[in-house]
């Protein structure tokens, strides 16, 4: 997003975390001047930042020319589940051998970080393994890589949100990251590339049951 407005950009980033917390609903419609009114922008960021999103499939346009917040689907999340495990475990490997000191203070703070949240606050779990996988991606020194994995994670987030109140296993879920901070300190990329593998794989599948049940 380097050559987009800057007005723009803050319009994209505050209609996507609409639409990720789901205060924007899925397949509800969108009226671009109460939006604007709303949010206090111009009708052009609120537009171009529209066309954006309608790249990230977030939003879709009718044939009929009406602009509306892209539902979600259960076999979303299997299809999003499948590559961001590959690529998530692909990132993690990467950090082993790449990460920076700098790199790894951060994965550190993080993990001290995580030591003082309590155990029932899921959004700041919630906020906090994002902010996790956020760090190993800058550590593996990939721009696209990182661009890629931001965006699986703004496909994912309603559903995550969705499931929200139900997310009582994130605590234990997210132990895993004091073993990946050890393994990529450590520069076993292969520990941390199994590690972040088996961590993907049961979020999501732990997902999937609740939103199914």
């Known amino acids: 997003m380097e050559l987009i407005r800057v007005d723009t950009q803050k319009a994209y980033q505050r209609l996507h975390r609409l639409i990720a917390t789901l205060q924007l609903a899925p397949g509800s419609p969108i009226d671009e001047g109460r939006l604007a009114q709303e949010l206090d922008m111009g009708l052009t960021p609120i537009r171009e930042a529209l066309k954006l999103l309608v790249h990230d499939n977030l939003v879709e346009v009718s044939p009929h020319g009406g602009i509306f917040v892209s539902a979600v689907d259960l076999s979303d999340l299997r299809q999003i589940s499948e590559l961001r495990r590959l690529l998530e475990s692909f990132c993690a490997q990467q950090a082993a051998l790449r990460a920076t000191p700098d790199d790894l203070a951060i994965l550190e703070a993080l993990r001290q970080e995580q030591?003082?949240?309590?155990?029932?606050?899921?959004?700041?779990?919630?906020?906090?393994?994002?902010?996790?996988?956020?760090?190993?991606?800058?550590?593996?020194?990939?721009?696209?890589?990182?661009?890629?994995?931001?965006?699986?994670?703004?496909?994912?987030?309603?559903?995550?949100?969705?499931?929200?109140?139900?997310?009582?296993?994130?605590?234990?879920?997210?132990?895993?990251?004091?073993?990946?901070?050890?393994?990529?300190?450590?520069?076993?990329?292969?520990?941390?590339?199994?590690?972040?593998?088996?961590?993907?794989?049961?979020?999501?599948?732990?997902?999937?049951?609740?939103?199914?049940?």
Do not use: C
């Open 115 to 213: 030591a003082a949240i309590p155990p029932d606050d899921s959004q700041r779990w919630f906020d906090l393994d994002h902010k996790f996988h956020q760090a190993i991606a800058r550590a593996a020194h990939n721009k696209y890589l990182a661009q890629t994995l931001e965006r699986f994670f703004g496909l994912s987030q309603r559903l995550w949100y969705l499931a929200l109140p139900h997310l009582g296993f994130l605590p234990a879920s997210v132990e895993v990251h004091l073993d990946l901070v050890d393994a990529i300190k450590s520069r076993d990329a292969g520990r941390a590339e199994a590690l972040m593998s088996a961590h993907v794989k049961d979020f999501y599948d732990r997902v999937h049951q609740i939103l199914q049940g």
